[in-house]
């Protein structure tokens, strides 16, 4: 089983600060992309941000300059710095990863989801 955790979600006020972790544990051969997605209310669920194993990160145009997706492989870990937030920012946060198993197959996972608020 693999299960993936996030943390860090909370209620802000505009222009403050956050910050999300997730998690990766469980049989884990190797955990490749990782990434955040958020979904508001009555919204689809987007992309917010991704980054490879390797380092390599790319952001939605709405949170450039301004979310800075990071990992650390040695603790299966992700995380989003979100700064300047704003009221739009709300949503529900999903860590989203690519997981080989010790198996070799290649499954995607999605956590739980972490709140987000930003009051004006």
């Known amino acids: 089983q693999v299960q993936l955790v996030e943390s860090g979600g909370g209620l802000v006020q505009a222009g403050g600060s956050l910050r999300l972790s997730c998690v990766a544990s469980?049989?884990?051969?190797?955990?490749?992309?990782m990434g955040w997605y958020r979904q508001a209310p009555g919204k689809e669920r987007e992309l917010v941000a991704t980054?490879?194993?390797?380092?390599?990160?790319n952001h939605a145009d709405s949170v450039k300059g301004r979310f800075t997706i990071s990992r650390d492989n040695a603790k299966n870990t992700v995380y989003l710095q979100m700064n300047s937030l704003k009221p739009e920012d709300t949503a529900v946060y999903y860590c989203k990863a690519d997981i080989t198993k010790y198996s070799y197959a290649k499954y995607d996972y999605w956590g739980q989801g972490t709140q987000v608020t930003v009051s004006s």
């Open positions: 469980g049989s884990i051969w190797r955990v490749n992309a």
């Open positions: 980054i490879t194993s390797g380092g390599s990160a």
